[in-house]
């Protein structure tokens, strides 16, 4: 039996479109960003993480497979305020001494009515855990996929801002955090 490109060429199409779909696996790239947003009293701040990771598997064709990992060196926050930035290393905030990293995991996603997604995680941060969704869009047009993203952190359940810091009225209990993480495949 001869075998001609064409048929060989026409048999590994059909293979490869019978195979099934799977989840791609990625890791953050350069470009991203952590960043956040609360106020004191009464005046708009915000900051960054210089330093976090980011390992993702998702397909959007089917996100409840999907699965986030984000580690978080809290010592790399920054909001342009030398005086702010010493006071969040302290005990009364992120505590870095006992608690360098943060860590938010999420296993399963939701796909939201708008072409958005959710997903519905734990944050860990100063030892504390919690529950905390993250909503996000998904944009793979570029060359580079691209996850856009928003979650809403009550700092008083994780124990940020203890002491005189938890006056809701000097410094929400709500802090919104954004991120931009740009994903290639490891």
């Keep these: 039996m001869l075998t001609t490109p064409v048929a060989v060429a026409a048999l590994l199409a059909g ?105 519905d995680g734990t944050l860990e941060l100063r030892g504390v855990s919690k529950p905390v969704t993250l909503t996000f869009s998904w944009d793979a047009s570029g060359p580079q996929p691209v996850l856009t993203g928003r979650a809403v952190v009550q700092r008083l359940d994780f124990g940020v801002g203890g002491g005189d810091w938890a006056d809701t009225d000097l410094i929400p209990n709500a802090v919104n955090v954004s991120t931009k993480v740009v994903f290639k495949q490891p």
Excluded at 29 to 54: I, K, P, Q, V, W
């Design 15 to 119: 293979m490869l479109a019978a195979a099934p779909a799977i989840a791609s696996e990625y890791v953050q790239a350069e470009g991203s960003t952590l960043a956040f947003a609360s106020r004191y009293d009464g005046e708009l701040f915000t900051g960054r993480f210089h330093e976090f990771n980011t390992r993702l598997r998702f397909d959007p064709a089917k996100p409840a497979e999907g699965k986030l990992e984000v580690s978080i060196n809290l010592a790399s926050a920054a909001t342009g305020n030398t005086d702010r930035d010493s006071t969040l290393r302290t005990a009364d905030f992120f505590d870095i001494g006992r608690h360098a990293q943060a860590r938010y995991t999420a296993s399963g996603f939701r796909k939201l009515a708008d072409g958005q997604y959710a997903a």
